[in-house]
């Protein structure tokens, strides 16, 4: 069961991970050609500066769900460096919640956007429709909902037995 | 009910909670209380992907990462070394440059003492500097550079001010200068002092160095040269640097692998970016009801009836900014205070690049200040010595700091000198 759980896991961050890089170096490229042939031929894509924008709330939500799965983000840890390791596992119980419940309302608020910008089916550029571009802010929020609920149980479950490793602490930096 | 949630909310922001959960709990909380629907707080956030010049941090952060993860640190410090490693204090000074270099280019997220405090500590022991001079020096440049072109925290103030990025490029540059000298005077006082090694003076040296970071060196003139001469913006420059980058690292020095570690560095570098714009995006509903609000407007006429000169109101802005740096890192600290702020100062004749400026060298030193200093820990964490030796050993630094603030902020043209300058001539 947790080896299923571990595969689905670690497969998710990866096509994640890939796509991430696939929006950055796209960004990269587009707008260094957009400097070349503006600069050597006198000519430019006319999408260059709206995709690359549009790149960036991408990069920001896939980069927000790596950041949410290595438990990354930023924050006051002020409190959480004082305690003992066992008022902390209680106390990281709910802020899991915490965070889990306010992505979810994230979420919801996000989908209704994007349900209300898809009546509209503005076009932004080459085909690409608005509310496509920003279904990833929904899909984000609930993925990284998730992500923390899942945080919770694992944190529970370390009360009881603290073997059980910590999200955060085999994926991600130093 | 809205003030018991609110109440709940900022306990776990205290406590631990991220701090985008925290900024978007908060903005569905006052615009649900306010009879407004919650998607508009996605509005808000949506115009993130209006902002012509943040394509720019992710671009200018990878880049930075790629050079941070290869052989790129040892070389520009044995480059500086050499050019600098004869003086007293030569060796202090070259790690106040190149940490300078490479936090502009990783966005002072602390990867700074990773790549180079580990790099050029034992080095600096070894030539006989004092253990406290020494990790107190790598504790506190993990964050200078933090004024130079292209840093995250720069680009990042222009974006929420809406100031013109090229100009407040230029204007990070003396004051960052002045750090540097300023601590440079420093380490050569302390170089004297404890009669450290020192290297001699080797042209050749200088010669072979040079040839081995020659691709690295004229990396800030490209980026520089390319804005101000008008061949690309600011945003294009980052993506013209991530390019040079990987064909550097690549192709010409081979540090990398381009299947096995670039991919990686994406991921990683993304992570610390994710975790900004998340902030962004989800304080942009925060910020824009609190001015609806008309918050900045009562602050002002708050300020108004209590301070009546400008260097009071100034002097009030230090001390308060760095009760600010102190609590918060330099990413949050400016998506949620530069909106209220950025009227008052306009209110008492602050020009919004002097104040980027004033604010940024006040947040650079909130890294190095407990509790919440980022820089310690990592130093902590790298050099493994106790925060509060790391305290004790970063004092004279930060007292130095403290005095360049002040020049800094009484002096608006040290920041505002050369835009006039540039837009006299």
Same mark, same amino acid.
Request: proline share 4%; net charge positive.
């Given at each position: ?25 796209? @960004?990269?490229?587009? @707008? ?33 769900? &790596?950041? @949410? ?34 992505? &979810? ?24 429709? @608005? ?19 899942? *945080? ?19 994926? *991600?930096?130093? | ?37 919650? +998607? ?5 956030? /949506? ?29 520009? $410090? ?5 050019? $600098?490693?004869?003086?007293?204090g030569g060796l202090a000074i070259v790690c106040l440059i190149a940490c300078a270099f490479f936090t502009a280019f990783t966005g002072a997220s602390g990867i700074t ?37 292209? +840093?995250?925290?720069?680009?990042? /103030?222009?974006?929420?001010?809406? $100031? ?12 960052? %200068? ?8 420093? +380490? ?15 042209? =050749? ?25 008008? %061949? ?67 602050? %002002? ?101 403290? %005095? ?10 040290? +920041? ?6 540039? =837009?006299?001539?």
């Amino acid at each position: 069961m947790t080896k299923i759980f571990q595969f689905i896991d670690c497969a998710f961050a990866r096509i994640v991970e890939s796509i991430l890089v696939v929006v950055l170096l796209s @960004t990269v490229g587009v @707008t260094f050609l957009q400097v070349i042939l503006r600069n050597f031929f006198n000519t430019g894509i006319t999408w260059a500066e709206l995709g690359g924008r549009n790149a960036v709330l991408w990069i920001a939500f896939l980069g927000a769900m &790596l950041a @949410t799965r290595a438990r990354q983000h930023l924050s006051i840890d002020l409190v959480t460096k004082l305690l003992s390791r066992k008022s902390r596992n209680s106390l990281r119980v709910a802020l899991d919640a915490f965070a889990a419940v306010i992505c &979810l309302f994230l979420a919801k608020a996000s989908l209704t956007f994007v349900l209300e910008e898809r009546l509209m089916d503005t076009e932004l550029f080459l085909g690409v429709k @608005t509310w496509m571009v920003q279904s990833i802010i929904p899909f984000g929020f609930s993925m990284m909902s998730l992500e923390y609920f899942i *945080g919770i149980v694992l944190d529970i479950l370390r009360i009881f037995n603290p073997s059980i490793s910590r999200r955060g602490d085999s994926g *991600g930096q130093k | 009910m809205t003030v018991l949630i609110l109440a709940i909310m900022v306990i776990c922001a205290i406590c631990g909670a991220p701090l985008f959960v925290f900024f978007g709990g908060l903005a569905l909380l006052l615009f649900a209380h306010n009879g407004i629907d919650t +998607s508009a707080v996605i509005i808000e956030m /949506y115009r993130m992907a209006s902002a012509p010049a943040l394509v720019a941090i992710p671009l200018f952060t990878f880049a930075g990462y790629m050079m941070a993860e290869s052989k790129t640190p040892a070389r520009l $410090v044995n480059f500086t070394r050499a050019l $600098v490693g004869w003086m007293p204090g030569g060796l202090a000074i070259v790690c106040l440059i190149a940490c300078a270099f490479f936090t502009a280019f990783t966005g002072a997220s602390g990867i700074t003492i990773i790549a180079l405090g580990g790099l050029l500590y034992p080095v600096l022991i070894k030539e006989k500097y004092s253990e406290r001079f020494s990790s107190g020096l790598v504790t506190t440049s993990g964050s200078l550079g933090l004024l130079f072109p292209p +840093s995250l925290p720069l680009i990042l /103030y222009g974006i929420i001010a809406r $100031v013109n990025i090229d100009e407040l490029f230029m204007a990070g540059l003396i004051p960052g %200068i002045l750090l540097i000298i300023a601590l440079s005077f420093y +380490s050569i006082h302390s170089g004297i002092k404890t009669k450290v090694e020192r290297q001699k003076f080797c042209l =050749k040296e200088i010669k072979k160095t040079f040839w081995e970071a020659i691709w690295i060196v004229p990396l800030p003139l490209i980026i520089l040269g390319g804005i101000y001469g008008g %061949i690309f913006t600011a945003s294009e420059a980052a993506a013209v640097t991530v390019v040079y980058v990987l064909f550097v690292e690549l192709v010409i020095y081979r540090d990398l692998k381009p299947f096995k570690d670039v991919p990686k560095i994406a991921a990683d570098s993304m992570i610390l970016v994710g975790g900004v714009l998340i902030i962004l995006g989800c304080a942009m509903g925060l910020t824009n009801f609190l001015v609806d609000a008309e918050v900045p407007a009562k602050l %002002i006429a708050f300020m108004r009836q209590h301070i009546s000169s400008k260097y009071t109101f100034l002097m009030l802005l230090n001390v308060c900014l760095l009760i600010v740096g102190c609590l918060m890192d330099i990413f949050s600290a400016i998506i949620v205070v530069v909106p209220l702020i950025l009227p008052i100062a306009s209110e008492f004749g602050v020009h919004p690049i002097h104040l980027g400026i004033i604010f940024l060298t006040n947040l650079e030193i909130g890294y190095s200040t407990p509790p919440v200093g980022l820089n310690l820990f990592i130093s902590s964490y790298r050099l493994g010595k106790p925060i509060s030796e790391l305290c004790r050993a970063s004092l004279p630094f930060l007292l130095i700091f403290i %005095i360049c603030l002040f020049i800094i902020t009484y002096v608006p043209d040290i +920041s505002l000198g050369l835009i006039q300058l540039l =837009k006299g001539g």
